[in-house]
């Protein structure tokens, strides 16, 4: 959703890359520009006006600073702000001291409320918690049935006394909601209403009939991040009315300008508390302001993808997996595991758009066939188990069925083979302090060893020139400080259960390369 605005904001930083230092034109330009990024992504006007002249002033006030050179500091200073207009420090739902728990979900007719619900049952159940969904939607059509579907694909429990369609008492049915909780012993209750066609005086009458009955103790007010500005004018009008305390962005993976995120929080002063990032049950997470700033401004999420690994890898298996690339035993089989691990973390494109400086490969990403993935795996499921454990056993006409009985080509399994060899290796010689085969200087090919030797003190090796001497010294010990740093950096291992060095920065990272591997 940010892409557009992440762009324009940090393209407004490169003529700043050149300065030795900052002048009142160069905040002037900066600013400019930063402000027209905003507009264009449909911030409200009084949000914009704030941020801008926030960061004009301590923009001007670190001008003779001398601790960052000067596109860092703009860009702490934009970072910082972008912080506060998403809501600062990130704030937990506050439960209440005697259960059940009430979080009563209000919003316009389409923002997502009820497929919400179910979201918000999946995160509270995965956190020790016994949700109960209350359908108290009952004018929309189906409504009452949509929950349900939802809560059993969510596996919390649903009240529905009433079918819905225009029957029935929503302000009786969320009463008796709460009752049914507190007998069945659950201690969070998600109460569905009914949503709005814009400022509906009758069916805003209505939610506030519902928060008397029942007095929540979180009232969270959905709304749909495509809207624009008229999330601001929705957002009020729900604030006079019902009131609420927190904010939930829907559809936060579409493809508009994001304006909403970052104008509701400014004009309301209630917090974002949560975010649905696609449509799957799962796709739900904590809103968190510094991360999305950090998003926005191409610096990634680690965070946040590393919190997203936590819940789905399974840490027993992958000391498994990092003692088989240790010896050797590292096998096809063991690579699928790994890859259904990684496809239960999400969408590989949104996973690799967390990693910092992403943004310029964007086209590179959005280029990504998912359907890649799929093809790998049916490969690997197209071999016998023996085939899986030693693929050097494979000759042509094996290769020739596993193409057949994957709906691939003989290529393409000769590509994964060969690059799953050069993988293992490379893994095996890592994991044992080493790195890339062939590069001088760090345990590679015998070349490199001879030629390390040749130039690593031995008298023989020495030049009799003191210049050449000593150049030939300042090389062995830049080498053996590299080897250091690498043996160093293989020690601390990686996510994936394996000791690995990763790339100096993101500068190292060949997108054509990762979808060569995934092709």
């Known amino acids: 959703m940010f892409d557009s605005l992440s762009d324009r904001i940090t393209g407004s930083f490169k003529h700043l890359r050149s300065k030795g230092r900052l002048s009142a034109s160069d905040v002037e330009q900066t600013i400019s520009e930063i402000r027209r990024a905003l507009l264009d992504a449909d911030v409200a006007l009084p949000v914009v006006r704030s941020f801008t002249a926030a960061v004009r002033e301590k923009a ?23 912080v506060e207009i998403l809501g600062g420090e990130s704030r937990e739902l506050h439960f209440a001291a005697t259960p059940p728990t009430v979080i009563l979900l209000a919003g316009l007719q389409g923002a997502g409320k009820t497929t919400l619900a179910g979201k918000l049952g999946v995160w509270l159940r995965e956190n020790g918690h016994t949700p109960l969904l209350v359908a108290s939607d009952l004018q929309r059509p189906n409504a009452v049935t949509q929950l349900q579907v939802v809560g059993e694909q969510a596996g919390v429990s649903v009240w529905a006394p009433e079918p819905g369609n225009g029957v029935g008492d929503p302000v009786a049915v969320a009463r008796s909601g709460v009752a049914h909780a507190r007998d069945a012993g659950n201690d969070v209750v998600v109460v569905d209403t009914a949503g709005r066609l814009g400022v509906d005086a009758q069916m805003m009458q209505q939610a506030i009939d519902i928060r008397d009955a029942v007095s929540p103790d979180e009232i969270l007010f959905v709304v749909d991040a495509m809207i624009g500005q008229d999330a601001v004018a929705t957002a009020n ?42 449509e799957k049950l799962t796709d739900f997470e904590q809103f968190h302001a510094d991360r999305m700033a950090s998003r926005i401004l191409d610096m990634g999420d680690i965070l946040t993808l590393i919190e997203q690994a936590q819940r789905t890898w399974d840490e027993k298996q992958q ?34 758009g967390m990693l910092p400086g ?20 049916a490969i690997v499921q197209s071999m016998t188990p023996g085939e ?20 691939t080509t003989v290529q393409e399994v000769n590509g994964l083979v060969n690059r799953f060899e050069q993988a293992k290796k490379m893994m095996q010689q890592m994991s044992r302090g080493g790195a890339v085969p062939g590069m001088p200087g760090m345990g590679g090919s015998r070349k490199a060893k001879r030629a390390q030797k040749k130039t690593s003190g031995n008298k023989k ?44 920065s993101m500068d190292d990272v060949d997108m054509k390369d990762l979808q060569r591997f995934l092709r």
């Open 461 to 504: 090796g020495r030049s009799g020139n003191p210049a050449k001497r000593a150049r030939q010294e300042a090389e062995a010990a830049a080498r053996a400080n590299l080897a250091a740093q690498a043996k160093k950096g293989a020690a601390k291992g990686s996510a994936f259960g394996a000791p690995t060095q990763g790339p100096a």
């Open 358 to 377: 992403m943004g310029q490969y964007r086209d590179a990403i959005e280029a990504f066939d998912e359907s890649s993935v799929d093809r790998i795996e």
């Open 237 to 278: 009008a729900f604030k006079e009315g019902v009131g609420f305390t927190g904010v939930v962005l829907s559809k936060l993976d579409g493809d508009t300008r994001g304006g909403a995120a970052l104008s509701v929080r400014g004009v309301t002063g209630q917090p974002i508390l949560y975010a649905s990032t696609g």
């Open 319 to 352: 000391a498994e997996l990092a003692t088989k690339m240790q010896q050797g035993e590292f096998t096809l089989a063991d690579f699928i595991d790994q890859l259904h691990q990684l496809k239960r973390m999400g969408s590989m494109k949104k996973i690799m």
């Open 60 to 82: 001007t006030g670190a001008l003779a600073s001398q601790a960052l050179n000067p596109s860092q500091q703009i860009v702490k200073i934009v970072y910082d702000e972008l």
């Open 388 to 407: 899986r454990e030693n693929p050097r056993i494979l000759n042509g006409s094996r290769r020739l069925r596993i193409a057949n009985g994957s709906g």
